[in-house]
């Protein structure tokens, strides 16, 4: 992904990950994200414009590249929270086989 694209996605993780449970209306999404409907429309425009999101039959919905951009922002954020928990200076034990 490009920087640019990080960065969006690393913005509006929250929206995309609603998404990835789902479809949904410009209500639902500013409800769930206890933001405005004039909110979602601009976190819509953005990501719309890198190909992640798109309307369909109304409701706002993950493309392919969307799914894989917020999978991958998924996997990041847990491999982060797994290396917060290792306890520092530990030296690195790799097995020679």
Known sequence: ?????????????DA???LRESP????ELAEELDVSKSTV???????????????ADGKY???ERGVIA????????EQTELIEQMPPNRPFE???G
């Open 70 to 77: 917020i999978t991958a922002y998924k996997g990041y954020k």
């Open 1 to 13: 992904m490009s920087d640019e694209i990080v960065t969006v996605v690393c913005q509006h993780a």
């Open 61 to 63: 919905t993950l493309t």
């Open 16 to 18: 995309l990950m609603s």
């Open 41 to 55: 429309y601009n976190i819509h425009r953005r990501l719309s414009e890198h190909g992640l999101v798109m309307k």
């Open 94 to 96: 790799a097995e020679v």
């Open 24 to 27: 949904k209306y410009k209500r």
